[in-house]
């Protein structure tokens, strides 16, 4: 069966660093693929290749079969694949009814677009947000409602980059059971380090060192995986807990 996103070989360098070094990898409808890694693994520049803020040196990115290496951000996006990146999208003086509408609007009319955007807002369970200036909201909820920006085009595909940072363990929590819910109906891959997170998501995961796979697991097994943990923290789990005699 095909996949619904795949890389072959994709190499990414600047200048003498290999950042990505040779990924193949395939996510298939529905799933929900967690990417892991130490600082400097290479997850953002592999998310910034997928997304089409680079273009890769070498290799090729396929979805739905169809080769959309290299193509820009938002021919990406026209093909169903919603991306939440770091950087904040929302304006601090709309709503984030408004926000949101905003995003749907390039597809649809003013109601219709009004319509979806609360509606996502409403999965996401923060319709309460909705006629609350974003610039007013706490760091947790705006990240919420960012969310709800990309969910609410529908798209098939889901790509976020660390859509925990910056959250206490509750928020956390509550985000990895979302994104569990968001999974019912689109296919999400999650750029994340935080632990906790693969934890509370436990699905399959792929975790990155030296901008290679260095392994591809279920969360359980990649987290009992002494090579995980001597990349992660350069010792051993059981290392950690020995106490000097
Ligand atoms: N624009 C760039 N120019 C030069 N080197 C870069 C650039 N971006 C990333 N790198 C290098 O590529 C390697 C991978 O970096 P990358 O940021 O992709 O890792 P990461 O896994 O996302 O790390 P982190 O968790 O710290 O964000 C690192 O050695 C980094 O220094």
Known sequence: MTALLATENLTMRFGGVVAVDGVTLSIGERELRCLIGPNGAGKSTFFRCLTGQYRPTSGRILWRGEDITGLQPHEIARRGIGIKTQVPSLFDRLTALEGVTLGVRRRHGEREARKRAMAALDRLG????????????????????????????????????????????????????????????????????????????????????????????????????????????????????????
């Open 126 to 245: 923060i319709a309460d947000l909705a006629a609350k200036p974003v610039g007013l909201l706490a760091h947790g909820q705006r990240q919420l409602v960012e969310l709800a920006t990309v969910v609410a085009p529908e798209p098939d595909l889901i790509i976020l980059d660390e859509p925990t940072a910056g959250m206490s363990a509750e928020e956390t929590a509550g985000t990895a059971a979302l994104i569990r819910e968001m999974n019912r109906d689109h296919a999400i891959v999650v750029v994340e380090h935080d632990m906790q997170f693969i934890r509370a998501i436990a699905r399959t995961v792929t975790v990155f060192h030296q901008g290679r796979v260095l392994a591809e697991d279920s969360a359980e097994a990649v987290l009992a995986d002494p090579r995980v943990h001597d990349v992660y923290l350069g010792r051993p789990p059981e290392a950690r807990q020995k106490v000097p005699a």
